[in-house]
């Protein structure tokens, strides 16, 4: 255990200067032997500004101030749903093997472009709006189902998307609107562990609650 040097007397402060004195050398260092402030740097002259006189051309920006504009960090990239949505499903491919009921979890193509003419072949063969991007439509841990829609900046989900969300919650189903992979994470993760808290009894109720509500808002 190394002990505290306790110097009482200039004769032991010459002895510590004089013991490492030789350890300075031996490392091509120098030993600054005083025991007085070292004085302060001279001062550095601040260049005062020269006004240039009228339709003068303006001075090149020196060098290093315009290697700090070039290098600073650039502006967000912007992330599409699309490029979120892949992000999603490479998270659940990690975690599938340790929960195979997300082999069942899909993306549903339902919104983007579509060429000329294709909406409405869509609508003909049964495609209807609103209906949410990603679905597990399987029962697990007392859930009917997982119902999460995917939205990115400060998109906010459209009249047939809350029929969706409300039909799907009515009926049992997780549900979750997602801004963020971490988002996405923390809803699927708390699906899988957490039990639903409402009986199937409660979930029947709240279904035929929901239709009947339903029924008085639509027009005749």
């Not at 998270?91 to 979890?105: D, Q, S």
């Amino acid at each position: 255990m190394s002990r505290t040097l306790r110097l009482t007397s200039e004769e032991d402060l010459q002895q510590l200067l004089s013991r490492t004195r030789g350890i300075a050398a031996s490392v091509g260092g120098q030993l600054n032997t005083t025991r007085h402030r070292q004085p302060a740097p001279p001062a550095v002259p601040v260049p005062v500004p020269v006004a240039l006189p009228a339709g003068a051309p303006a001075a090149p920006e020196p060098a290093a101030r315009k290697a700090l504009r070039s290098a600073r960090s650039p502006a967000p990239m912007k992330v599409s749903e699309d490029d979120l949505q892949i992000s999603c499903f490479q998270w659940i491919e990690l975690m599938r093997p340790a929960h195979p009921i997300l082999e069942w979890i899909i993306h549903v193509p339902n919104g983007g472009k579509r060429p000329r003419g294709a909406a409405g072949k869509l609508k003909a063969m049964g495609v209807k709006p609103g209906v949410l991007d990603v679905l597990l439509p399987l029962p697990f841990n007392g859930w009917a189902g997982l119902a999460i829609e995917m939205k990115v900046g400060s998109n906010k989900t459209t009249e047939q998307q809350d029929d969706w969300l409300a039909v799907f919650e009515a009926s049992g189903y997780y549900t979750a609107v997602c801004y963020t992979l971490e988002d996405f994470m923390s809803h699927v993760n708390r699906f899988l562990a957490v039990a639903c808290p409402r009986t199937v009894g409660e979930i029947s109720c709240s279904q035929a609650a929901y239709f009947v509500a339903r029924r008085w808002r639509s027009p005749a």
